[in-house]
């Protein structure tokens, strides 16, 4: 597959297929900077997937947000599950692709540690100060 040429994106396709490790990212905070983030890696790879054509077949492309990123910046047993390794990720009622990137799952449940963590998304009033234009 090749990445799309229209679309001024880099050769992600390309790089890849020349054993470069790819990760896609996101200023997706919501500040000053880019006023409609919300931290959601769920959200970049979506959309990593419609503009890039991460799709048909995904292959191993959920790495782009998760393994490599953490594997680039040495960040040993973060990105993955493993026996005896951190019980950290996010369970999605997507019950297959299609599924997962099509709504934006707001209803996840979210494991640190083994533990479900509080779901409720903080109050936007949380940012005021940042956003004073």
Wanted: hydrophobic share 40%; glycine share 8%; charged share 30%.
């Amino acid at each position: 597959q090749t990445t799309p040429r229209w679309r001024g994106v880099t050769l992600l396709h390309e790089m890849k297929a020349r054993g470069i490790k790819v990760a896609v990212a996101s200023d997706n905070t919501r500040d000053p900077f880019y006023a409609y983030g919300d931290l959601d890696m769920l959200e970049v790879y979506r959309m990593a997937t419609r503009i890039l054509h991460f799709d048909h077949p995904i292959g191993d492309w959920p790495k782009a947000v998760a393994a490599t990123p953490a594997e680039v910046m040495r960040l040993e047993g973060v990105g993955t599950l493993a026996v005896g390794g951190n019980a950290d990720f996010i369970v999605f009622k997507g019950r297959n692709w299609t599924e997962l990137l099509s709504r934006p799952e707001s209803d996840r449940i979210v494991v640190r540690d083994g533990r479900a963590i509080e779901r409720k998304l903080p109050d936007y009033a949380e940012l005021d100060e940042l956003m004073v234009e």
